[in-house]
Structure formats: structure tokens, C-alpha cells
């Protein structure tokens, strides 16, 4: 990138935050997504919105693309900024604004941690619910542009159920202010839900308002084992079906339960084919009739031991060592590939047969967990990506996997974005009319299609 | 070092939020994963061996919090260790090192008297003088933080006046082999005294031979392997003596070392000596109901700080919490984020004081929020760094190793 174009950015964010050596520019070249990687021509560490405002003034000036980042930690290639474009990491921005007891509301930075914010309303007896496996360092602005979900998705939605208000600073350097914290408001087109999971290329969050709730009074955690991973999936359905809709319904197979308790010890069985992670939580008198009803549900299809919880701390640990499941599969080969096709709920035992036939065929070892009640499963592909006809047939067997979402009526991605890593299968998804759409949208906010150019389509 | 091993990094960024270094930067090349990406494009050949990168590297604190987070078995702090050894190796040692590593370090007696001009000015009073007319700041940077990290010494190091064979009080239930680490003998004598004392009391002999070297962490830092293996060497064969049941020491840092010296020498005998190798804490826990009986209250508001050598290198957690428990009429109160980095690490809070402060500044406003009264650990370097720090900012507060407050409630 011309050096020259680098000093005037610098003179924006200051020295020590305008990194340009081939060192950080080479570690700056990746996500948390296997495969990809390409250096930033300049990484920027804003400290403020007015700050964001100036980088992307001067970028639309000189045509020069920009890519946000957070923690990198997205698993679609998101925060892969070109070589000629500029990488702004919003790290710096960690201020909670505001928590408004009245209007339960939070504004905050775009760089606050998720779990950070979670634990700042908790302490007021609130709650924030969405809470991605990598809560504890994903940012909000991260968790807004992918519209994450988590591990208490079922019942209480993901990440843009709580958008209320964004503070956007648009490709040429305007800001955008949509919603706010009135409950209610039809003035226009709603632009929340547009901006929410537009990974980036839309616009360029420096302010995001969030809806709180109270929280829960109680919760009772459960662990059910099952010998076949169907009558797991079963259970799911029936939970569901019998109007019970517990907080989390996270599934993980024989794989991933042996790489977690490897890491974890949290006394995870090694001699079943699935277990459930169930939540309950809420008025006490419900949760005790919930988790009842659970426990008859999975014993009704096969659960061979139904352990509960016996304390908060156990509880902690169990959906603690959940959430580091993705991570631990890598323990057995370094290079996992993993997938975020969702289908509706009642679809997840045949979703499940189809991941197991895939990656039979195709020879490759596949893991699978995941939101089992969002209907979302994260089959994952455990490789070596040195091993390059492996990597194929990994692909090949993903490739089948997708079609057989799209086909029972699902999607392609549940919560993790299209990025660079799924657009070759959003056409197949939307068709032809819905890319074209979708650009339409792209061109109107960024007609010079500055912002994190190559996402999406 | 494998190249699989640095593959196996699949960038999550799970260790991010507990690398000190990043947390105070939030630069990638400060953090777990973005080392692990330096060395493995270092060694891909997409980066070269540049100043810079070595710099890069060159703040990792080594504290393995990374290694406790990372669910897929990575070990950022002792990939960059080991690449840095590695480096190092082979390589002439500057005239310092050379002097420290072989000359001094492997003969405890010398080191001694090294350090007896600097006992003999603090005894002088001539400290404070020097403190105050800011003498000091005249030698360079490292010098000058040397100093002020040193507290009072002892008269003499514990090493030379303590009895290589103590018997037990009472009934013998076993026989210990005492690492006395060197901080420990020549700076924190008292705890050392305090935890065979303990030992006694609980009914074990304790022998504590003189002609123990360094644990050989220093040679590790500075990539002197071979110095390393004769120091392992000879340590294992001096507590090679089939009765010791268990070889203990007070040193996290010690700790964590003889624990390796089994991959260092890979044969029977340094496997058997890594696997009686113990740290004072996990002893000390298997007698908590004996010693609870000998225990008196002490009306203290008290904190504890994990040791990275102790938490992170050897897992444990729970001995020392539970021991400090035990002392009736102690208020525990858990410290947040107690297993982070007080940013000792060896020697970084010499080389690299500025981050050093910055991590320590974090690890003082925690200790302030509990609102306690004194902090109990496990490691010198530790005890070092947070006497420091806290008498310059908390100086209300006081510090003392877990032998340290467990003896004080025996004697009160
Ligand atoms: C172990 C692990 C577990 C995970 N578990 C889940 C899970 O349970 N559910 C889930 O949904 N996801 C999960 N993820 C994916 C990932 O953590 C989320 O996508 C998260 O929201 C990314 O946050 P980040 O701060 O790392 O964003 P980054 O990865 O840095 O960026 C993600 C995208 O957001 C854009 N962006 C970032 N900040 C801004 C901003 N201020 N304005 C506009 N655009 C911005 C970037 O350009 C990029 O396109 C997991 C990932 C890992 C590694
Ligand atoms: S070192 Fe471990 S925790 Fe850190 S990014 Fe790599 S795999 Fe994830
Ligand atoms: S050893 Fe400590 S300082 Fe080094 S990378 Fe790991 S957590 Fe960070």
C-alpha cells in the first residue's frame, strides 16, 4: 500500500495504532476460518467513532476498501481484508456506553466483549441471552454483523431479536442513525435488521443499542446420554413438539464428546453415541414441570442416564466446556473445517443420517454438535489441510450436506455467515433474483463498494 | 520444534482474553495466536528472522495461561520458549550469562557470596540512603529495577545455616527430599523455614541436601540446553535415594522444571525423580484434617494469587485455597482473574518493565477490589513482584507465601 496513503491514516489514529510492518500485516491475515488468508495492505486501531468516520472518508476519496474486524474470531472469512485495503480492528472501542434500567436498554462500542456486557447487566439482574461459543471474546460490533446465535438461541433468539439501536458510519463517512430505544417505530424502512448480519459490507457500527430483559430467576442444567445419536436427535423433536422450549438444547456426538472431555474433565461419558446439554430456566415452578418433562422425553427415547446438575457451578461448567467443542475437535487433526447448515427442527435426525452417510462415503471423519434445537448442527470435518485429497473429499462430502439442507427447506448458514468461505452455495440458496437483490441493497448503501468488498457475493 | 505443532493452532481466539500481553495491547502479534502465527510463517518462510519479529516474540511472558485455555492442546508460551532456546543455542553466551549459568548457578556457594555485597549495603542502611538520593538511577534501567525489587535479604542464606537432615516430630509417616530453589534459600528463607517446619510437624523427616543445584529454568530462558541437562542431571542423582516417598519444594517455578526433567533426560531415573516431584501445596492438602487441629484463628482478610508456574504449568488450584481455608477465622475472598499473570516472569519485569508495570498495575487493582488484607502464593517471583508493587501502592497490604501464613496460625 502507498506509503503515503498510510501517513495520512496515521495522522488519524496515531502512530502507534497504524500497523504496516510485514509482521503484524502477516498475522492480521487471518479469522478463525480454515483455509483462508490474505495480508491487509494496513491494519488501523481506532480509538473513537469520529476516528472510524475520518478512515472512511478518506478511503471513499482514494477508492481504497475497508474491512472491520473485532476478534477475528468469525468462521466465514469475514474479517479477511484485501491486500490493497485497510483492516480497522475496533478492539480500542470497549466502553459500555450506558445501561438503562428504565428503558432496558445497553449502548455500547463495537469493540465490547460479549460475555464483558453480559457480565455488566447481570450484576443489575438483567440479562443479554445471545451468547456465542466464543462469547468471551467476540465483539458486539462481530456479533451484530454476523447476527450471532449461541447456546440459548431456542428460546431466546439470537443476536438481532435484541437490536434496537445502531450507530452506522456509512462508506463515505456519513453516519446513519437507525432505531433507538423506543420499543416501537415504523417510520420507514427498518434498517436494523438489513444492517444486522451484513458482515461488514453494508456499513461500519460505532454505536449499538441492545435490548435487555430480566433475568431468569432460576435455571436447572441437564445432561442426557444416549447410545444412538438418532434417539438423541428424536428427543430434540419430541422436546420441542411437547411445547417445551428450554433455553438450550445443544447436542454432541461421540467425537466431539470424547475431544471436550479430553480438554474439559468435566466427566463427560465416553461410552454413549450423544448427549443432550439441556436448560431449563425461568419461574421456578416452571423450570421444576420443564426439566420433569425433559427428563420423561429422553427417557422416553432411549437416554440410557439423565444427570442434572447439582449446582450452579457444575451447571457453569458443563456449558462451559460446551462452548469450547469446536476448538477441542481440532485436538485430534489441525485443520477443522466445519459447516453451519441449518434445517427446520423436526429435520434433525434426518440431517444427522445424511452427515453420517457424507462422511462415510467420502472417508473423512466427521464431528458433529451443535444448537440441536435451532435445527442448527455443526457437522466438522476434522483434516489436515496438508492432506489435499482429503481437503476434497471434505468438500465433497460439505457439498452434499448443503444440498440436503436446501432441500428440506433450511439454509446453508445458521449463524456464521456467508463471508468468502460459503458464496459459492448462496446462489444455489436464493437463486438468481435473490443476488440480485442483494446487491442492489450493497449498491444503494455503497455504490463504490468499498466496504469489505468480496463478502457475501 | 514440530511443525505440527504449530499447525494445530486452528485460531479460535479462545486464548486471547487471557494473554496479558494482549489484553493490555490488543495486538495480534502480543497474543497466543498471533505468535504461533509468527513462528509458523517464520518457519513457512513467509516472514524472515527479522529484529522485529524477535521483539514481537520477545514479550511473551511465558506464564502457559494461553495453555490452559486453549481446548485444542496448543502452547503458545512454550512454542515461543522453546523457538527462543533454540535460537539461542549453540550460540556464544555473553560474558553475563556465561558467568551467571556456569559459573554461578550450578555452585549454590558462589552464588552466595555473590550476593553477600549486596546483602552487607542493605545492612549498612546504606539502602535507603541510596534509594532516596536516587544513586541508582545513574546504572542502567535493568540495574536499577533489580534493586528495587529486592527486599530485605535474610543473614544468611537458608541453604547454608539449615540441617541437611531433620528428623520428624513425632512418629515418622515418610521422608521428604527438600528443593530448596534458590530465591527461596537466599531471599524468602523464612518461608522455606516455615514449610519444613510443617513438614515436620506432620510427621515427615525432611532432608535438604546442600550439594542441590538451580532447578535450571535460567538455562531454559537462555537456550543453554547443555547446562540445562547437567544441572538435571546431577539433581536427580543427588535425590536419587530410594526412601524419599515424595520431592518437594516451595518454588512454583522449581516446580514446574523438575517436573520436565523427565523430557529433559528421557531415562528411568529422572522419570522416577519428575514423578515424586511435588509442589508443597499438594503435600500439605493430603494432611488438611491433621493439620486443621494444629491451626489457631487469625483475624485476617485474605486473597490468593496463583502462581502461572503453579495453576498453569502444573494445574493446581484447588491445594492451596483449600489450605488457606483452614486457618479458622480467616475471611477467604477469591481474587478476580487470580490465575493472570502478575508480570514477574522471570526476569521480564527487568527486561521489559514498561508492559511488566502495566500487567502488575491490573493485578493490584484486583487485589485493592477484595479489599483484603494481605495475599498468600506459591513462587518467588511472584512474592517478588507483588511485594514490590504493593509497597509502593497498597502498602496496607501485605504478601506472605502459603507456608508462610499457615505457620503463622501454628504459632500464634
Ligand atoms: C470457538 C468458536 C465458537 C463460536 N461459536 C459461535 C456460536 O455459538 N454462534 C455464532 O453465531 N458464532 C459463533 N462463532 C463465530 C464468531 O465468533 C462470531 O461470528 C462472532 O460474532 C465474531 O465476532 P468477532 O468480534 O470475532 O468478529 P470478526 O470475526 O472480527 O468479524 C466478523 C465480521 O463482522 C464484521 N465486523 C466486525 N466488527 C464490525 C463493526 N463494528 N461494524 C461492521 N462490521 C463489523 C467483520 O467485517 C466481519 O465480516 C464461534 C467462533 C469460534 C472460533
Ligand atoms: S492457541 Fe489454541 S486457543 Fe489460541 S487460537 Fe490457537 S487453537 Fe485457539
Ligand atoms: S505464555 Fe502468557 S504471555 Fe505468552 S502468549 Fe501465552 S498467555 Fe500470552
Known amino acids: ?26 498475522v492480521y491475515g487471518y479469522d478463525a476460518t480454515p483455509e483462508l488468508a490474505s495480508r491487509p495492505g494496513v491494519v488501523l486501531m481506532p480509538g473513537t467513532a469520529d476516528e472510524i468516520a475520518r478512515i472512511m472518508g478518506l478511503c471513499h476519496e482514494a477508492g481504497v476498501s475497508v474491512t472491520p474486524r473485532g476478534s477475528g474470531t468469525n468462521l466465514s472469512g469475514g474479517a479477511i481484508a484485501r491486500n490493497d485495503g485497510v483492516l480497522v480492528q ?53 456479533n451484530v454483523a454476523e447476527n450471532s446465535g449461541g447456546l440459548r438461541g431456542l428460546k431466546y433468539g439470537v443476536t438481532s431479536d435484541y437490536i434496537m439501536g445502531l450507530t452506522t458510519i456509512l462508506a463515505d463517512g456519513s453516519l446513519l442513525r437507525s432505531g433507538g430505544k423506543a420499543v416501537k417505530d415504523v ?75 479430553d480438554y474439559a474433565h468435566v466427566g463427560l461419558p465416553l461410552d454413549v453415541e450423544a448427549v443432550l446439554l439441556i436448560e431449563v430456566d425461568g419461574h421456578p415452578v416452571v423450570v421444576a414441570e420443564e426439566a420433569a418433562g425433559v427428563e420423561v422425553i429422553c427417557k422416553k427415547y432411549g437416554c440410557s442416564f439423565f444427570q442434572t446438575a447439582k449446582d450452579e457451578n457444575e451447571a457453569l461448567k458443563l456449558a462451559t466446556a460446551r462452548r469450547t467443542a ?35 462415503k467420502h472417508n473423512v471423519i466427521i464431528g458433529t454438535f451443535g444448537h440441536a434445537g435451532d435445527g442448527n448442527l455443526h457437522p466438522t470435518c476434522l483434516t489436515d489441510e496438508r492432506d489435499k485429497d482429503e481437503i476434497i473429499r471434505a468438500h465433497k462430502a460439505f457439498d452434499e450436506i448443503f444440498d440436503a439442507a436446501i432441500s428440506m427447506g433450511g439454509t446453508i448458514t445458521g449463524e456464521h455467515g456467508v463471508g468468502l468461505a460459503k458464496k459459492k452455495y448462496l446462489p444455489r440458496l436464493i437463486g438468481e433474483s435473490g443476488i440480485r437483490v442483494m446487491q442492489g441493497i450493497k449498491h444503494s448503501f455503497d455504490p463504490k463498494g468499498i466496504l469489505n468488498p468480496g463478502k457475501i457475493f | 520444534m514440530d511443525y505440527i505443532k504449530l499447525i494445530n493452532c486452528m485460531r479460535c481466539g479462545m486464548c486471547l482474553p487471557t494473554c496479558p500481553t494482549y489484553k493490555e495491547t490488543f495486538l495480534e502479534t502480543a497474543s497466543p495466536r498471533g505468535r504461533v502465527a509468527l513462528l509458523r510463517k517464520l518457519r513457512e518462510g513467509d516472514l524472515d528472522q527479522s529484529d522485529r519479529l524477535l521483539t514481537y516474540l520477545s514479550f511473551c511472558l511465558d506464564c502457559q495461561a494461553c ?31 556465561d558467568m551467571v549459568l556456569r559459573k554461578l548457578l550450578p555452585h549454590p556457594e558462589r552464588l552466595e557470596t555473590f550476593m553477600v555485597p549486596i546483602r552487607f549495603y542493605q545492612r549498612m542502611g546504606l539502602q535507603r540512603l541510596v534509594r532516596t538520593l536516587g544513586i541508582l538511577k545513574m546504572f542502567p534501567k535493568p540495574l536499577e529495577r533489580m534493586e528495587g525489587l529486592l527486599p530485605d535479604l535474610p543473614e544468611k542464606p537458608l541453604r547454608r545455616v539449615i540441617k541437611e537432615d531433620m528428623q520428624a516430630r513425632g512418629e515418622t509417616r515418610g521422608t521428604i527430599g527438600f528443593f530448596l530453589g534458590c530465591v527461596m534459600s537466599l531471599i524468602f528463607s523464612e518461608a522455606s523455614r516455615a514449610t519444613i517446619n510443617l513438614l515436620t510437624v506432620l510427621g515427615y523427616r525432611v532432608i535438604t541436601p546442600k550439594n542441590q543445584v538451580c532447578c535450571g529454568a535460567p538455562h531454559m530462558l537462555a537456550g543453554d540446553k547443555e547446562g540445562l541437562k547437567t544441572t538435571a542431571r546431577k539433581n536427580v542423582d543427588i535425590f536419587s ?114 508492559m511488566a508495570d502495566l500487567i502488575l498495575h491490573r493485578k493490584l487493582d ?47
Not at chain 1, 496515521?10 to 502507534?16: C, F, L
Not at chain 1, 456506553?97 to 438483567?126: F, M, Q, Y
Open chain 1, 1 to 26: 500500500m502507498n506509503p503515503l496513503f498510510i501517513k495520512e491514516l496515521q495522522t488519524i489514529v496515531g502512530e502507534p495504532y497504524t500497523l504496516a510492518d510485514p509482521e503484524s500485516l502477516a
Open chain 1, 90 to 142: 475496533t478492539s480500542r472501542m470497549n466502553r459500555i456506553i450506558e445501561v438503562d434500567e428504565e428503558n432496558l436498554t445497553a449502548t455500547v462500542e463495537p469493540g465490547v466483549i460479549t460475555s464483558t456486557l453480559h457480565r455488566e447487566v447481570e450484576a443489575r439482574g438483567l440479562f443479554y441471552p445471545p451468547d456465542p461459543g466464543s462469547m468471551n471474546i467476540s465483539t458486539m460490533g462481530g
Open chain 1, 187 to 261: 417510520a420507514g424502512y427498518r434498517l436494523n435488521p438489513l444492517l444486522v448480519s451484513s458482515e461488514g459490507t453494508l456499513g461500519f457500527f460505532t454505536g449499538i443499542t441492545v435490548k435487555l430483559i430480566p433475568k431468569p430467576q432460576v435455571k436447572t442444567t441437564m445432561l442426557a446420554h444416549f447410545p444412538e445419536m438418532r434417539q438423541a436427535a428424536l428427543a430434540v423433536s419430541a422436546i420441542i413438539a411437547a411445547r417445551i422450549i428450554p433455553a438450550t438444547l445443544e447436542f454432541l456426538d461421540k467425537v466431539t464428546i470424547k475431544c471436550v472431555e
Open chain 1, 326 to 360: 469446536l476448538s477441542a475437535l481440532a485436538r485430534l487433526k489441525p485443520t477443522t473445517i466445519l459447516e453451519d447448515a441449518t434445517v427446520p427442527r423436526s429435520r434433525i435426525a434426518d440431517m444427522l443420517k445424511i452427515i453420517q452417510d457424507s462422511a462415510k
Open chain 2, 67 to 97: 495453555a490452559t485455555a486453549c481446548p485444542c492442546g496448543v502452547n503458545a508460551g512454550e512454542l515461543v520458549a522453546e523457538f527462543t532456546c533454540e535460537r539461542k543455542e549453540g550460540k556464544r553466551m555473553g560474558f553475563m550469562e
Open chain 2, 241 to 354: 535415594r530410594p526412601d524419599l516417598d515424595f520431592i518437594v519444594t516451595d518454588c512454583g517455578g522449581c516446580g514446574a522444571e523438575l517436573k520436565k526433567y523427565s523430557h529433559y533426560l528421557e531415562d528411568a531415573s529422572s522419570v522416577l525423580f519428575s514423578s515424586k516431584v511435588r509442589d508443597i501445596s499438594q503435600v500439605l492438602a493430603m494432611h488438611a484434617d491433621e493439620l486443621k487441629l494444629l491451626l489457631k484463628p487469625l483475624l485476617l482478610k485474605m486473597t490468593f494469587h496463583d502462581s502461572c508456574h503453579i495453576a498453569h504449568s502444573q494445574g493446581i488450584r484447588k491445594e492451596p485455597r483449600d489450605l488457606i481455608r483452614l486457618v479458622p477465622g480467616l475471611t477467604y475472598i477469591e481474587l478476580e482473574n487470580a490465575d493472570a499473570c502478575c508480570g514477574s516472569g522471570g526476569t521480564y519485569n527487568i527486561e521489559k518493565s514498561e
Open chain 2, 366 to 412: 484486583t487485589i485493592r477490589a477484595t479489599g483484603a488484607d494481605a495475599v498468600v502464593t506459591g513462587n518467588p517471583g511472584c512474592l517478588l513482584q507483588l511485594k514490590k508493587g504493593l509497597m509502593d501502592h497498597l502498602p496496607q497490604v501485605k504478601i506472605m507465601h502459603l507456608t508462610e501464613l499457615l505457620a503463622k496460625s501454628m504459632n500464634t
